[in-house]
């Protein structure tokens, strides 16, 4: 099997000669190369420079027997294609240029034509495909409504008492109205890179647990259903709900053909109450800044636990800065090195 059917197969829940893997945020600052360009050009300029974009996506494939490509970009370029730029502070972290705390600025965001303002993402994708070949399986994503919510609202990274749930609470018809504009956004922007050549997409439900249990299916889960519903219906969706694997059967009846989990999940005990769906991740990003043995050791005790088709390999969260690249290497190389039984 070439990677790109061993990863569709594994989204599908179809047998695989053995697991696929790839590493949410595989490119970044564990690469010199990635480092290299850093020095030259901004994470946005890279972000917007179809070319740049694109190598940086290609870098760690260059390096690693991975069966996918993830685009190189920004959960909070869709933001910003309605109206709401984002920096980075100086003394680190994101913020967005204003915050969304007032019903004029919520009204003012302009869902026309978001998409065209998006086609960097799809020029990047066209790219890489051209390079890439299709030897390899090649992903996009965008960021949930709720999680995008959580930053605009807030005006950065939120706090622990988002603003972005008060708004829910005091005023149901605005909060609806902004989840709208976000939800038609990110499915434009998805099927626009679905349409470029991407072979499937994540959503990133990055700060699900921020959000109440009890209003968790109303608050986000409604909007995701709405995303995937306006996708290719055989386009697979991952969904990555960081820390709500408690709502399982919820997660799956939204469409989504795989479940990414976070690293607080028993994997093999979720996958033999959930078989129904496929699953992905979840070993420690942690474990990438330590050493090799370990890595090899902990990932074959992964491999060894998951029972059936419908698992990717992956971690429970981001490739981290201080990861090495030999323990990167190790990971790839025991999932490559192990068929499945």
């Not at 690693?64 to 680190?92: C, N, T």
């Not at 330590?290 to 990932?299: D, F, S």
């Amino acid at each position: 099997m070439t990677s790109r059917e061993r990863f569709l197969a594994a989204c599908r829940c179809m047998p695989t000669d053995r697991r696929p893997v790839w590493l949410m945020r595989q490119a970044g600052r564990y690469l010199p190369e990635y480092r290299a360009l850093k020095q030259k050009h901004s994470f946005v300029e890279m972000v917007k420079t179809p070319a740049l974009a694109a190598e940086v996506t290609l870098q760690p494939l260059r390096r690693f027997a991975l069966d996918a490509a993830i685009l190189f970009s920004d959960i909070l370029v869709v933001p910003e294609a309605l109206g709401q730029p984002y920096h980075f502070r100086e003394e680190g972290g994101i913020a967005m240029d204003y915050a969304l705390d007032s019903p004029e600025k919520i009204n003012r965001l302009d869902g026309k034509n978001a998409a065209e303002r998006l086609a960097y993402q799809a020029d990047a994708l066209r790219l890489v495909r051209k390079e890439m070949g299709d030897e390899k399986a090649l992903l996009g994503f965008a960021g949930s409504p709720w999680t995008l919510a959580a930053y605009m609202v807030e005006g950065g990274s939120p706090a622990e008492q988002p603003k972005v749930a008060k708004l829910a609470k005091s005023n149901p018809a605005l909060f609806d109205a902004l989840m709208q504009k976000l939800a038609r956004a990110v499915a434009e922007c998805l099927n626009q890179q679905i349409a470029a050549g991407a072979d499937a997409v994540q959503i990133f439900d990055s700060w699900a647990a921020m959000c109440p249990n009890e209003n968790y299916s109303a608050w986000s889960l409604r909007w995701i259903r709405e995303v995937i519903a306006a996708l290719p219906p055989k386009t697979p969706v991952i969904l990555f709900a960081k820390g709500m694997a408690q709502h399982a059967p919820a997660l799956t009846a939204t469409g989504a053909a795989v479940l990414s989990l976070d690293t607080s999940v028993d994997v093999a005990a979720f996958r033999k109450s959930y078989g129904t769906i496929a699953t992905q991740g979840n070993l420690d990003p942690e474990l990438l800044n330590g050493e090799p043995a370990l890595v090899r050791e902990t990932t074959k005790k992964l491999l060894e636990q998951i029972s059936g088709p419908g698992h990717i390999v992956n971690l429970g969260h981001g490739v981290t800065p201080q990861a090495k690249i030999e323990c990167v290497a190790a990971l790839v190389d025991t999932v490559v090195e192990t068929p499945c039984t």
